[in-house]
Structure formats: structure tokens, C-alpha cells
């Protein structure tokens, strides 16, 4: 149990600190505001100053009270009832400290002056007194207490929010990579269909190839089939898919553009989403039929925004319609955020595809 007080009291942040003063100004405001109507004459600035550090003690009284509670389960239905009752006693005990340092500090409190004016005597503690000193302090501490509870659970409800939102965010993610890791896994089987017949034909004519178009098969396979199972790749390995992927499909089609690689040394190993480029390239290649474009052209730099790359092909009129580029928006905001975004450019002579990275 004194464990647990120690580490609640050891735990008081700037904020809380900056809170006790905050109350013990409030309580000076009170007790001063009678200070204004009387006229203390030249012991002002003691009245001042002794109503000051009453105030702070009782302050620090009231937190040394509130933190235990304060610090106890957010989530628990009795925290509203440990509050107001650690506020209470509080209260009760800084009335009492009060009182003590009243009759023990050295500059005299208006109480006194008005006692000395009067030529009574100092009025001793009994219950109606401390109950008046009690509501005195309670009142403004408890409504300070409520608003700080207020504010930290406006604060926690925000930040709930936004931990489920980038749940959702990251669950889509996974949802758009499976789906890609889908989509991938029934388009490679036809162009593995695809690549076995014409290995096995050029096995079947003899043709010098035959081995070497076996070889590249079987680097494509190595590149492509572990990105089934995995959520994150580099641009290295993007553009080795990609060189991969063209190897093979100049074997059935040899007009397959060829790959070129443009980036600073060391930004290959940059972490990108999975399937970024080989969906880009593969519809490219789709809408350009017969009319494949000869050189495919990576190249990334750092830039203020982030990564930008570029997919270039010599071939015009390779975007596609609005509706696949919101689509392939759309999947890249999923898979790397929401400041990510994919642009487009044809003209005559080449497609420029260019992709910007947070």
C-alpha cells in the first residue's frame, strides 16, 4: 500500500505540478478578494504572502490525495467515486493545514487584522469552522478535479479513435496484399503454362536457348513465388522481379521491352509495399498488344515528399482510363498510405509512370 502511494506521488508529471499551482493561485484569489474591501495598510505584502503559502500547501495537500486516485484503473466504475472522495478528504486535511499554518506563520493573515481591529480573540477550531474551511477549498478543487477527469478522458477517447482507425488502416493493407498475393498467385500459373510449352518445344527442335530459357524460368520462380507469403519487399528486389518477369515473357514474346535501372547507391534496399511496378508494367504491356514498348526505365531518388519513382516506357498511350488509375490510387493509398499518390503522363513518344512514397 505505501509502495503504491510512493510511486503515485513519484509519478507527478510538469503538467500536475503546474496544476497545484494553478489551484493555489485560485485559493489566494479567494481568500485576497476580502483583502481588497479592507485596508490592510502597511502589512499588505504580509497578508499577500502569508495567503500564498497557505494556499500552496493546501494545494499540495489536495494532490498528494488526488494522484492515488487519480492514478488507479481509467476503467473502473468506482474511479468517479475514488476521485470525489480523495478530493474530499483532501479538502479536509488542507482546511486543517491551513488552520495550523495560520496560527504558526510568521506574517499575519487577514483573519488576524480583522480579529486585531475587532480587539477579539483569535476564534478556535470546532466543526462548523472546519466544515467552513472544508467547503471553502472544496468547492474550487473538486471543479478543477472534474475538468482535468474530463479532459483526459476526452483525451483518451481520442486517442482510442485514432489506435482503431490505423487498426482499420493497417487491416485494409493486409486485406489489398492478400489480394494482390491472390491475384498474383492466378496470373502466374498461366504464364508458367505458358513458358513450360515453349520450353518444351525448343527442347523438342534442339534449339541452342532451350537450357538457358529454362534458366530464366526458374529465376523468375525463385523472385516471385516467396512474395506470396511476404508483406513487404525493396526496390532492388521490386526491379528484379520486374527483370525477371520480362526474361520470361521475351521468351514468348520477343519484342518484351528490356529493363534499365537508374538510382543512387544504397537506395536500392529502400522497404517498399509488395506489387507496386509489376501490376504498372503488366497492364501496360496488356494495352499495348503487338505494340510492345523496347525499354522499361526504373529510376528513384529522395526528394522533400519521400521516395519517387518513375516507370518509364517508350510507348504512348499506356496510362489506361480514369477508372484503372483511381483503382491503382486507390490500392497504393492502401498499401503505403494515405499521402502516397500515383501520376501518369503519355505523349507521342513515351509513358511515364511516377510514383510518390511518404
Same mark, same amino acid.
Given at each position: 500500500?505505501?509502495?503504491? &502511494?510512493?510511486? $503515485?506521488?513519484?509519478?507527478? +508529471?510538469?503538467?500536475? *505540478? @503546474?496544476? !497545484?499551482?494553478? %489551484?493555489? #493561485?485560485?485559493?489566494?484569489?479567494?481568500?485576497?478578494?476580502?483583502?481588497?474591501?479592507?485596508?490592510?495598510?502597511?502589512?499588505?505584502?504580509?497578508?499577500?504572502?502569508?495567503?500564498?503559502?497557505?494556499?500552496?500547501?493546501?494545494?499540495?495537500?489536495?494532490?498528494?490525495?488526488?494522484?492515488?486516485?487519480?492514478?488507479?484503473?481509467?476503467?473502473?466504475?468506482?474511479?468517479?467515486?475514488? &476521485?470525489?472522495? $480523495?478530493?474530499?478528504?483532501? +479538502?479536509?486535511?488542507? *482546511? @486543517?493545514? !491551513?488552520?495550523? %499554518?495560520? #496560527?504558526?506563520?510568521?506574517?499575519?493573515?487577514?483573519?488576524?487584522?480583522?480579529?486585531?481591529?475587532?480587539?477579539?480573540?483569535?476564534?478556535?477550531?470546532?466543526?462548523?469552522?472546519?466544515?467552513?474551511?472544508?467547503?471553502?477549498?472544496?468547492?474550487?478543487?473538486?471543479?478543477?478535479?472534474?475538468?482535468?477527469?474530463?479532459?483526459?478522458?476526452?483525451?483518451?477517447?481520442?486517442?482510442? &479513435?485514432?489506435?482503431?482507425?490505423?487498426?482499420?488502416?493497417?487491416?485494409?493493407?493486409?486485406?489489398?496484399?492478400?489480394?494482390?498475393?491472390?491475384?498474383?498467385?492466378?496470373?502466374?500459373?498461366?504464364?508458367?503454362?505458358?513458358?513450360?510449352?515453349?520450353?518444351?518445344?525448343?527442347?523438342?527442335?534442339?534449339?541452342?536457348?532451350?537450357?538457358?530459357?529454362?534458366?530464366?524460368?526458374?529465376?523468375?520462380?525463385?523472385?516471385?513465388?516467396?512474395?506470396?507469403?511476404?508483406?513487404?519487399?525493396?526496390?532492388?528486389?521490386?526491379?528484379?522481379?520486374?527483370?525477371?518477369?520480362?526474361?520470361?515473357?521475351?521468351?514468348?514474346?520477343?519484342?518484351?521491352?528490356?529493363?534499365?535501372?537508374?538510382?543512387?547507391?544504397?537506395?536500392?534496399?529502400?522497404?517498399?509495399?509488395?506489387?507496386?511496378?509489376?501490376?504498372?508494367?503488366?497492364?501496360?504491356?496488356?494495352?499495348?498488344?503487338?505494340?510492345?514498348?523496347?525499354?522499361?526505365?526504373?529510376?528513384?531518388?529522395?526528394?522533400?515528399?519521400?521516395?519517387?519513382?518513375?516507370?518509364?516506357?517508350?510507348?504512348?498511350?499506356?496510362?489506361?482510363?480514369?477508372?484503372?488509375?483511381?483503382?491503382?490510387?486507390?490500392?497504393?493509398?492502401?498499401?503505403?498510405?494515405?499521402?502516397?499518390?500515383?501520376?501518369?503522363?503519355?505523349?507521342?513518344?513515351?509513358?511515364?509512370?511516377?510514383?510518390?512514397?511518404?
Amino acid at each position: 500500500m505505501m509502495r503504491q &502511494l510512493l510511486n $503515485a506521488w513519484r509519478s507527478l +508529471s510538469s503538467t500536475e *505540478a @503546474l496544476l !497545484i499551482l494553478g %489551484l493555489s #493561485l485560485m485559493f489566494s484569489a479567494i481568500d485576497l478578494s476580502d483583502l481588497l474591501r479592507y485596508d490592510a495598510g502597511h502589512h499588505f505584502w504580509d497578508v499577500v504572502t502569508h495567503h500564498l503559502v497557505t494556499s500552496l500547501a493546501a494545494a499540495a495537500v489536495i494532490m498528494l490525495c488526488w494522484l492515488p486516485a487519480d492514478r488507479s484503473s481509467q476503467h473502473s466504475p468506482q474511479r468517479p467515486w475514488r &476521485l470525489a472522495l $480523495a478530493t474530499l478528504l483532501g +479538502s479536509v486535511l488542507a *482546511a @486543517l493545514t !491551513i488552520w495550523e %499554518l495560520t #496560527l504558526h506563520l510568521p506574517w499575519p493573515s487577514l483573519t488576524h487584522l480583522v480579529v486585531a481591529k475587532g480587539k477579539k480573540p483569535m476564534p478556535t477550531m470546532d466543526a462548523m469552522l472546519l466544515i467552513s474551511f472544508t467547503l471553502q477549498v472544496f468547492l474550487p478543487a473538486s471543479l478543477v478535479v472534474a475538468a482535468s477527469e474530463m479532459l483526459r478522458r476526452q483525451r483518451r477517447a481520442t486517442d482510442d &479513435l485514432q489506435q482503431v482507425l490505423a487498426e482499420q488502416v493497417q487491416l485494409r493493407r493486409r486485406a489489398m496484399a492478400s489480394r494482390l498475393a491472390a491475384l498474383q498467385a492466378q496470373v502466374e500459373p498461366q504464364l508458367l503454362f505458358d513458358a513450360l510449352v515453349d520450353i518444351e518445344q525448343a527442347y523438342d527442335r534442339q534449339q541452342a536457348d532451350a537450357a538457358l530459357r529454362m534458366e530464366r524460368l526458374i529465376r523468375y520462380l525463385r523472385v516471385a513465388l516467396p512474395r506470396l507469403r511476404e508483406t513487404g519487399t525493396t526496390l532492388e528486389a521490386e526491379a528484379d522481379l520486374l527483370d525477371s518477369y520480362l526474361d520470361v515473357m521475351r521468351d514468348l514474346q520477343p519484342r518484351a521491352p528490356q529493363l534499365v535501372r537508374l538510382w543512387p547507391d544504397g537506395l536500392g534496399l529502400h522497404a517498399l509495399p509488395p506489387m507496386l511496378l509489376l501490376p504498372l508494367l503488366q497492364r501496360a504491356l496488356l494495352r499495348a498488344g503487338k505494340h510492345a514498348p523496347s525499354t522499361c526505365k526504373i529510376s528513384a531518388q529522395r526528394r522533400d515528399t519521400g521516395l519517387v519513382i518513375t516507370l518509364e516506357l517508350d510507348g504512348p498511350g499506356l496510362c489506361g482510363d480514369v477508372n484503372e488509375l483511381a483503382e491503382l490510387n486507390q490500392r497504393l493509398t492502401l498499401l503505403a498510405g494515405t499521402q502516397a499518390r500515383m501520376l501518369c503522363r503519355s505523349d507521342t513518344a513515351s509513358t511515364l509512370f511516377t510514383l510518390v512514397l511518404p
